[in-house]
């Protein structure tokens, strides 16, 4: 069967359960935490709502200690999961229509989470919908696992798999298409400057809020009169086509500069306004503490984004470069320099090698590094022929040749024992996840729906794709 025809069908249908979905402003806060809502009351509620929307269309729910949940159908001992999640990052600033508000326009839906992850959830559960509607006898059950802590570490799914089986394939709609079969490792890494040596030149300095975003965002307070740097500053937009803005008196300035967000997976698509506010300072500061720091942010982090200064680069041919973004920068006095750091590195990286090698780089330095979590990289390979089926399935809707992709981002993939990224966003699209004015294209929601269903409908009822471990 061929579902295009009935994906167009209910296309207002799904524009309006996103725009629903959007409108919860599912961003972790820690804050606001309880034991009912431990990622915070608006994760929660973006659960509850999916799940809720599973009971009224006769779907078996269950709800995991409100961090995850499910939404089942079909029957069998096998177990075919589809790794979705409703929470999202924060939305920052800059936006040209309300992040939460799910403005069509242009062909586009806009929205923080229309293409991570929410439009894929919603595309992924009107593909069940369509299946069970459809009365295709399934030989296997079908989950669609929800989590809510997916851009903040995983807990979500971490508890789920605790208490609940872990499927026999899978797939995470939380990427590109065609399919990712290869994800690099994340490791979170801390450089802590040890000196506390305090000149007077630097008072605080703050950037970013999680480490898988590149900050678009950098303040300072300096214990510089504004006159002395004033000039300088003003010269220093100009050359560099940043936004900015100083102000203070002759006691002392706060200094703000705007990069451009991104995801870690790439940091070179973003612009670290960290390294941009320290490259100014690096030349108004005379040596000492303060210039220590804002030196380290340049070199280690400004230059490039590869981890050569740190010794921690390394490229193999399944999954490319291994990557660094400072996400998080702070600086006090009293506590000198932190840089918090997502590494996403290759999938055959020598870990222990290259960490030992960052530290003896550390040594004739005022910084150490401490890693604070580490998750190894996850590959299936290309021959497996669950693979298979999904290249016939994405070649079969597209008319394009299904190629094997690895990729920087941690999608849910990574914790199943088989599975891939399968989706949703296409060759060719710009990745606006974790960006101001993300959207995803009307066309692009309705193609992967259709994808999805065909993908449950071949593999629920297929006994080969379970049967290799």
């Not at 996103?18 to 009351?41: M, N, R, Y």
């Not at 295709?136 to 570490?153: A, H, Q, W, Y």
Request: glycine share 10%.
């Amino acid at each position: 069967m061929n579902w295009k025809e009935k994906v167009l069908e209910r296309e207002e249908q799904l524009l309006d359960d996103l725009k629903q979905l959007i409108s919860i402003p599912s961003v972790l806060d820690e804050s606001l935490a309880t034991g009912e809502a431990p990622f915070g009351p608006e994760p929660k509620r973006a659960l509850d709502w999916l799940l809720e929307e599973g009971r009224k269309a006769g779907f078996s729910v269950k709800n995991i200690d409100n961090m995850a949940g499910h939404i089942e159908m079909g029957e069998g001992d096998e177990l075919l999961g589809i790794l979705c999640h409703v929470d999202v990052v924060p939305a920052g600033g800059n936006w040209t229509y309300g992040p939460f508000d799910g403005t069509v326009k242009d062909g586009k839906l806009f929205g923080r989470g229309a293409i991570d992850d929410k439009g894929p959830t919603i595309a992924a559960w009107h593909a069940m919908k369509l299946v069970k509607e459809a009365g295709i006898p399934l030989n296997k059950r079908v989950r669609l696992i929800i989590g809510t802590d997916e851009e903040s570490g995983f807990r979500c799914v971490r508890r789920y798999f605790e208490k609940e089986e872990m499927p026999t394939i899978g797939f995470a709609p939380d990427a590109d298409f065609p399919i990712i079969n290869a994800e690099k490792g994340i490791a979170s890494l801390v450089f802590t400057q040890n000196m506390r040596i305090q000149d007077g030149q630097l008072l605080a300095f703050e950037s970013g809020s999680r480490t898988n975003m590149v900050p678009d965002q950098a303040r300072a307070v300096i214990g510089i009169g504004i006159s002395k740097i004033k000039d300088q500053f003003a010269s220093f937009l100009d050359t560099h086509d940043y936004g900015g803005s100083i102000v203070g008196d002759e006691n002392g300035t706060t200094v703000l500069i705007n990069g451009k967000s991104a995801h870690a997976m790439e940091p070179n698509n973003g612009v670290n306004a960290a390294y941009v506010l320290a490259t100014f300072l690096n030349r108004i500061f005379e040596d000492g503490q303060s210039k220590d720091f804002t030196q380290f942010i340049i070199d280690a982090f400004g230059n490039e984004t590869r981890g050569s200064y740190l010794g921690l680069a390394f490229n193999d041919h399944i999954s490319g470069d291994t990557t660094l973004n400072a996400g998080i920068v702070s600086f006090t006095p009293e506590q000198g320099g932190q840089v918090h750091v997502s590494m996403r590195y290759s999938v055959t990286y020598p870990f222990e090698e290259k960490i030992a090698t960052c530290n003896d780089r550390l040594k004739d330095t005022a910084f150490t590094m401490e890693v604070k979590s580490n998750s190894k990289p996850h590959h299936v390979d290309a021959n497996d022929p669950f693979i298979k089926t999904l290249q016939e399935i994405y070649t079969s809707y597209t008319g394009e040749e299904a190629e094997l992709l690895a990729i920087g981002g941690g999608t849910y993939a990574r914790v199943l024992q088989k599975g891939v990224a399968f989706g949703m966003l296409f060759p060719g699209r710009d990745d606006v996840a974790h960006q101001a004015d993300e959207y995803v294209y009307i066309e692009d929601l309705l193609k992967a729906t259709a994808i999805y269903t065909e993908a449950i409908s071949r593999l629920a009822t297929n006994k080969e794709e379970g049967e290799h471990e």
